[in-house]
């Protein structure tokens, strides 16, 4: 029968805390399994939202051998592809956890099933998609923080910033700005030119 340290029960024994408040922090996405590395053969210690279907008792896996055999292999493999016995995509982070001798004694894995956030990603596409046959309208109420923010959405799609747009730019973001009806606000010249850092003469220009 083998026998351990008390600091190495003491690791342990806060190890399934801190899994147990990760599963319920991440529930029911997040798969939580505390592996024993010093018993390999029945590594698996607790095993919190099981996503994978395994059972307390399992083997340590390919990770955890690795572990015990190089106590200089990573302690932390982070956001790592894996999958279930089922083929589902899995993202999976691996931490290892050693003693005061620098031996591996535990493993704490987190691993996300993608097919879950997948599923809810094809919902979301769904529910904000718009039909194509319905009127153009707005609910925004147009003023001058319309535009800045107007102005900064267009700069971000380039990937660049308000000041820095090129003089094409600015044309077709002028013309975007005009037949969204925000050029026909009270002193919006003046608005545009202040955030694009030119003068109202400039904005007559690219508005043309």
């Known amino acids: ?19 147990e408040g990760l599963s319920k922090t991440f529930s029911p996405f997040c798969e939580v399994v505390l592996h024993d590395l010093r018993d390999p053969d029945h590594a698996i ?3 919190h939202n099981n996503l994978s279907g395994r059972k307390l008792g399992a083997p340590a896996t390919e990770l955890g051998l690795a572990r015990i055999a190089d106590p200089a292999y990573p302690q932390v493999i982070a956001n790592y592809q894996n999958q279930f016995s089922d083929g589902r995509q899995v993202k999976s982070t691996s931490i290892g956890i ?19 956030f997948r599923g809810l ?9 718009f039909s194509g046959d319905t009127p153009s309208e707005s609910l925004d109420p147009i003023g001058a923080d319309t535009i800045r923010n107007r102005i ?37 010249m ?14 007559y220009t690219y508005a043309k």
Not at 170 to 187: I, T
Not at 190 to 203: D, I, K, P, Q, W
């Open 1 to 19: 029968m083998k026998t351990y340290t008390p600091e190495q029960i003491a690791l342990i024994s806060q190890l399934e805390q801190i899994a």
């Open 45 to 47: 210690l607790a095993i």
């Open 98 to 116: 050693k003693d005061s001798s620098g031996k591996y004694v535990a493993a704490l894995c987190m691993n996300i099933d993608l097919s879950i």
């Open 121 to 129: 990603q094809g919902m979301l596409e769904q529910f904000g998609s």
């Open 152 to 188: 900064d959405q267009f700069a971000a799609r380039l990937a660049t910033t308000p000041r820095a747009l090129k003089a094409a730019d600015r044309r077709v973001l002028l013309q975007e700005l005009k037949d969204s009806g925000c050029m026909d606000v009270r002193r919006a």
């Open 190 to 203: 003046e608005t545009v030119a202040s955030h694009l850092g030119v003068s109202r003469a400039a904005v």
